[in-house]
Every structure is written in structure tokens, then in C-alpha cells.
């Protein structure tokens, strides 16, 4: 009995460490810091973990944990009540277990802390104003307010409030983790707050009172798949109720403004409650740099190549019709107009997330250039050429070959290196979507504010951009004739 007891906890330990458990998270400091927490929580219970932080929102997450790209995430009770469900009255893990249970979906206890919205103002303006309740907000037209892009459009948000609060003032949208930057230069009043950031103890904003009742808890709990392992779970259950309000804002001010990072105070916090223990987070700047670049290279390398052979392709087949050519550049031209964060997201009911629709929307967003060059070289060859060709009896594909091809080239290089160019620029936004590259590092920045970790992404995407200008220079004066190059043309004059 002994000896089955121990091969059942080897067999146990193997399946662990042979399943790999992806976690999301949402793009802001606190939901990185919870589900790095997860992460080695579970690492500490034997299991692979694969970290997808940084996804672009509610929707991003929840999409990804339903149709099984991601196994788990940090979600609040009243988001998920509010925003997923629409339900206001399944407020308790309970109730929302209740409403999840025919979508293989499961909500586990909750960490202990209410990060509930609240509305912040900068306290000198609130006294100066004797602003101390978000009713106040009624009688203050003059204020700019500004919230997150999240908060303006969800019911639990800025439309539900101002019903609420009777609230008629113009606002606009900003990314969340510039708000508090932004109010604290005074190019904003008031912004939509959560009340355990950091951020307001840092800039000594008054949070006024909700005093109508109108948000309702939004308690930080894991919300899983119901597939999850058992050891798993146990070892999430571990964290709940650990962490109350004070101690959820001292963490993330620990990242925030001591500049550590979510790794290193997430591996703190387990040690100092006995969780986990301590691990070594020590690295290099360059291997996450090149890591990185690498993937960049791989998202856009392989979008542009298949840009390529479908943009030149098509080009080759339709321009000789014309209502064909006109239709496929405007349906290119069209898919060019849907926003870049917009479509990835569209792409994750039909792909899930990661490289897959990060490559399809990249290739999309590539074909113009390439189509619209190739075909504009294409039907404005000298019909004099052509006629000789004809005439000297050359047949389509000999003049495809001799005639059109090489005149083309030329056209058709231009828009393959604007191709490239906007791929290198589009791909940073694949980081919404778990897709890596240099958008992770300009992700992880905007949610922390922190411009250095912004330039970590940003300046080696725009080196690429213009090594990669570089480089098909080169190939264009390899390849093509000099009488040929568009570049020398334009020289010359």
C-alpha cells in the first residue's frame, strides 16, 4: 500500500509539472500584480506556468478564459456581475458561481480586498471647492473630467453614474495608467480611481464619497475554468482572504514608486504570509530586450511574407479586369479604416489569442500598400510596350514576364517597405492580445507609467522600422537596374 500511495503522489507531482497552466491578466498594476502572485503560487505547487500579462481589457480577458486560451485570470465580483453578466444582483462568489455554472467557468474565493471604482480629485481643489461627495460633482460644470476608456463606456461606469448622480458634463476617455500623471500636471480635474492604487496616497487625492450607493464591491477573485486542476485550485485557495484594502494599496505603491518590480514584490508578499518560498528574480536587460525583438520580427516577418504573396498575386490576376482591381483596393482600403486594438480584439472569437490573429491582422493591415502599388505599376505600363509585345507575338505570360514584372518591381518594392514599416509599428499593439513583442514591455509601462520601461519598446521597434528601410534599400539596389529604381529617379531630378 505504501509503495502504491508513492508511485500515486510521483504520478501526482508529474502531471503537475507536465500541465501547463496560461494565465492572463488585464493591463493595468494591480491585475499584473494578482496574477503574477497566481503564478507562483501555482510554479510553488509544481506547476509550468505561462504568463499572458497585459491583455487589453475586460472583453480581451474574458473572451480568451471562455474559449480556453487562457485558464485563468484576476476578475472583481462587480465586473463580472455588472459587465459580463449583467446581472446586479448576483453580487456574492456564490450567486456568481450560480450564473457561471453552464459555462465552464468558476469564480474561486476572494483575495479579501474591495477594489471598488471611486471618483478622485486633487485635495487642494476639493477643499478650495468644498467638494466632498461625488453629488458635488453636479454643481461643478467648469471641471474636466477625464476617465479611463473602460470606465466611460460600461453601465457600472460613467453612464450608470451620471443617471445615478444626475451628471451632465462632457467627458473623455484616457488610458488609466496616465490619469493620475495627467491630474497630477493639472491638464485634468477629476478621474475615475481604484480604490486600492497607490497612486492616491502619491498624489494626495480625496476620493469623494459614493454617497448614493452606486458601485457596487468588486472583490479580486481568480476566475477560472472549470477544467483547472484540483492541486491547483488548492493552491490559489491558499491566498484567500489574505489581503485587505491597506495592504493591496502598499503593494501596488511598491511597484509603482519604488520601483520594484511585479515579480519581485508579488515573491515578497507569499514569503512574508509563508506561501511561497523566496525565489531568485535577478536578470538581464538584454535577454527580455531580445526575447522580445525576436518575437517582433517573427509576428511581422511572417505577416509580411504572406502579404506579400497574396497582395502580388492577386495584383497578377485581377488587373486586367478592372472592376476587380477597384473592388479588392477597396475592400483593402476598408479593413485599413477598422482601428488596430479593434480588430485584434475581433479576432479572438474566431482565433483566441497570441500570435495567430496578431499575424492575421498584421497580414491584413499589410496588403494595401503592397496591392495598391503593384496594381497601380501594373495598369500604367506604356501601352505602346504593350502593343509592341503583342505584335511581336509574345503570349500573356511571356508578356506578364518580360513586360510588366520587371517594370513593376520597382512600384511593388515601395509598397512591400511600407508594408514592413507599418507591420513593425501595428505588431506593438499585438501585446493586447498575448501576442509578446515590443508592445509588452510599452503595455507593461502605460499600466505603470513608468516612461523608461515605454522606451524599452518603443526605440528598438523605431530602430526596426529604419533598419528595415535599410535593408530593402539594399535589396532594391541589388536587385533592380539602376535606370529602374525609384529612389535614383527621384534623386535625379
Given at each position: 500500500?505504501?509503495?502504491?500511495?508513492?508511485f500515486?503522489?510521483v504520478?501526482?507531482?508529474?502531471?503537475a509539472?507536465?500541465?501547463q497552466?496560461r494565465?492572463?491578466?488585464?493591463?493595468?498594476?494591480?491585475?499584473?500584480?494578482?496574477?503574477?502572485?497566481?503564478?507562483?503560487m501555482?510554479e510553488q505547487?509544481?506547476?509550468r506556468?505561462?504568463r499572458?500579462?497585459?491583455?487589453?481589457?475586460?472583453?480581451?480577458?474574458?473572451?480568451?478564459l471562455?474559449?480556453?486560451e487562457?485558464?485563468?485570470?484576476?476578475?472583481?465580483?462587480g465586473?463580472?456581475s455588472?459587465?459580463?453578466?449583467?446581472?446586479p444582483?448576483?453580487?456574492?462568489?456564490d450567486?456568481?458561481?450560480?450564473?457561471?455554472?453552464?459555462?465552464?467557468l468558476?469564480?474561486?474565493?476572494?483575495?479579501?480586498?474591495?477594489?471598488?471604482?471611486?471618483?478622485?480629485?486633487?485635495?487642494?481643489?476639493?477643499?478650495?471647492?468644498g467638494?466632498?461627495?461625488?453629488?458635488?460633482?453636479?454643481?461643478?460644470?467648469q471641471?474636466?473630467?477625464?476617465?479611463s476608456?473602460?470606465?466611460?463606456e460600461?453601465?457600472?461606469?460613467?453612464p450608470?453614474?451620471?443617471?445615478a448622480?444626475?451628471?451632465s458634463?462632457?467627458?473623455?476617455g484616457?488610458?488609466?495608467?496616465?490619469?493620475?500623471?495627467?491630474i497630477?500636471?493639472?491638464a485634468?480635474d477629476?478621474?475615475?480611481?481604484?480604490?486600492?492604487?497607490?497612486?492616491?496616497k502619491r498624489?494626495?487625492?480625496?476620493?469623494?464619497?459614493d454617497?448614493?450607493?452606486?458601485?457596487?464591491?468588486?472583490?479580486?477573485?481568480?476566475?477560472?475554468?472549470?477544467?483547472l486542476?484540483?492541486?491547483?485550485r488548492q493552491?490559489?485557495e491558499?491566498?484567500?482572504?489574505?489581503?485587505?484594502?491597506?495592504?493591496?494599496?502598499?503593494?501596488?505603491?511598491?511597484?509603482?514608486?519604488e520601483n520594484?518590480?511585479?515579480a519581485?514584490v508579488?515573491?515578497?508578499?507569499l514569503?512574508?504570509?509563508?506561501?511561497?518560498d523566496?525565489?531568485?528574480?535577478?536578470?538581464t536587460?538584454?535577454?527580455?530586450?531580445l526575447?522580445?525583438?525576436a518575437?517582433?520580427l517573427?509576428l511581422?516577418g511572417?505577416?509580411l511574407?504572406?502579404?506579400?504573396?497574396?497582395?502580388?498575386?492577386?495584383s497578377?490576376?485581377?488587373?486586367?479586369?478592372?472592376?476587380?482591381?477597384?473592388?479588392?483596393?477597396?475592400?483593402?482600403g476598408?479593413?485599413?479604416?477598422?482601428?488596430?486594438?479593434?480588430?485584434?480584439?475581433?479576432?479572438?472569437?474566431?482565433?483566441?489569442?497570441?500570435?495567430?490573429p496578431?499575424?492575421i491582422?498584421?497580414?491584413?493591415?499589410?496588403?494595401?500598400?503592397?496591392?495598391?502599388?503593384?496594381?497601380?505599376?501594373?495598369?500604367?505600363?506604356?501601352?505602346?510596350?504593350?502593343?509592341?509585345a503583342?505584335?511581336m507575338?509574345?503570349?500573356?505570360?511571356?508578356?506578364?514576364?518580360?513586360?510588366?514584372l520587371?517594370?513593376?518591381l520597382?512600384?511593388m518594392?515601395?509598397?512591400?517597405?511600407?508594408?514592413?514599416?507599418i507591420?513593425?509599428?501595428t505588431a506593438t499593439?499585438?501585446?493586447?492580445?498575448?501576442?509578446?513583442?515590443?508592445?509588452d514591455?510599452i503595455?507593461?509601462?502605460?499600466?505603470?507609467n513608468?516612461?523608461?520601461?515605454?522606451l524599452?519598446?518603443?526605440?528598438?521597434?523605431?530602430?526596426?522600422?529604419?533598419?528595415t528601410?535599410?535593408?530593402?534599400?539594399?535589396?532594391?539596389?541589388?536587385?533592380?537596374?539602376?535606370n529602374?529604381r525609384l529612389?535614383?529617379?527621384?534623386?535625379?531630378r
Amino acid at each position: 500500500m505504501a509503495v502504491l500511495l508513492g508511485f500515486a503522489a510521483v504520478v501526482s507531482v508529474q502531471a503537475a509539472e507536465d500541465r501547463q497552466i496560461r494565465i492572463g491578466s488585464k493591463n493595468f498594476n494591480e491585475n499584473y500584480l494578482l496574477a503574477e502572485m497566481s503564478a507562483q503560487m501555482l510554479e510553488q505547487a509544481g506547476f509550468r506556468v505561462e504568463r499572458r500579462f497585459g491583455l487589453g481589457g475586460t472583453l480581451i480577458c474574458y473572451e480568451a478564459l471562455r474559449s480556453g486560451e487562457i485558464d485563468l485570470y484576476i476578475e472583481y465580483t462587480g465586473t463580472l456581475s455588472q459587465a459580463i453578466l449583467n446581472d446586479p444582483e448576483a453580487t456574492s462568489i456564490d450567486a456568481l458561481n450560480v450564473r457561471l455554472v453552464d459555462s465552464d467557468l468558476a469564480v474561486l474565493p476572494a483575495f479579501g480586498f474591495n477594489n471598488t471604482y471611486a471618483m478622485a480629485i486633487k485635495r487642494q481643489l476639493a477643499e478650495d471647492l468644498g467638494m466632498h461627495t461625488i453629488a458635488d460633482l453636479a454643481g461643478q460644470p467648469q471641471l474636466r473630467l477625464v476617465v479611463s476608456h473602460e470606465f466611460l463606456e460600461r453601465e457600472d461606469g460613467w453612464p450608470g453614474l451620471a443617471r445615478a448622480y444626475g451628471l451632465s458634463a462632457s467627458v473623455t476617455g484616457i488610458e488609466h495608467g496616465l490619469a493620475y500623471q495627467a491630474i497630477a500636471d493639472g491638464a485634468i480635474d477629476v478621474t475615475d480611481a481604484y480604490s486600492t492604487d497607490g497612486e492616491l496616497k502619491r498624489y494626495d487625492l480625496r476620493v469623494l464619497e459614493d454617497n448614493r450607493g452606486f458601485f457596487p464591491q468588486y472583490l479580486a477573485a481568480p476566475l477560472i475554468r472549470e477544467d483547472l486542476p484540483t492541486a491547483a485550485r488548492q493552491a490559489l485557495e491558499r491566498m484567500a482572504g489574505s489581503i485587505d484594502d491597506q495592504t493591496m494599496q502598499r503593494l501596488n505603491a511598491e511597484v509603482v514608486f519604488e520601483n520594484r518590480g511585479f515579480a519581485e514584490v508579488a515573491n515578497g508578499f507569499l514569503v512574508e504570509q509563508g506561501f511561497a518560498d523566496e525565489v531568485d528574480l535577478s536578470g538581464t536587460f538584454w535577454g527580455p530586450l531580445l526575447d522580445n525583438t525576436a518575437q517582433h520580427l517573427k509576428l511581422t516577418g511572417i505577416a509580411l511574407l504572406g502579404s506579400i504573396l497574396v497582395g502580388v498575386g492577386a495584383s497578377l490576376l485581377v488587373f486586367r479586369i478592372p472592376v476587380l482591381a477597384r473592388s479588392l483596393t477597396y475592400f483593402c482600403g476598408l479593413l485599413q479604416t477598422i482601428p488596430s486594438i479593434a480588430l485584434l480584439a475581433l479576432m479572438i472569437p474566431l482565433f483566441g489569442i497570441g500570435m495567430l490573429p496578431a499575424i492575421i491582422a498584421l497580414f491584413l493591415y499589410s496588403l494595401l500598400p503592397i496591392l495598391r502599388n503593384t496594381l497601380t505599376a501594373l495598369t500604367t505600363i506604356d501601352p505602346t510596350l504593350v502593343k509592341v509585345a503583342v505584335a511581336m507575338g509574345l503570349k500573356d505570360s511571356e508578356q506578364l514576364r518580360l513586360i510588366y514584372l520587371p517594370l513593376a518591381l520597382p512600384s511593388m518594392f515601395a509598397g512591400i517597405r511600407t508594408a514592413a514599416v507599418i507591420s513593425i509599428g501595428t505588431a506593438t499593439l499585438a501585446a493586447f492580445i498575448g501576442a509578446g513583442g515590443l508592445g509588452d514591455p510599452i503595455v507593461t509601462g502605460l499600466a505603470l507609467n513608468d516612461v523608461n520601461l515605454i522606451l524599452q519598446g518603443a526605440v528598438p521597434a523605431a530602430v526596426l522600422a529604419v533598419v528595415t528601410e535599410l535593408v530593402f534599400e539594399g535589396l532594391e539596389r541589388l536587385l533592380l537596374p539602376g535606370n529602374l529604381r525609384l529612389a535614383d529617379h527621384s534623386v535625379s531630378r
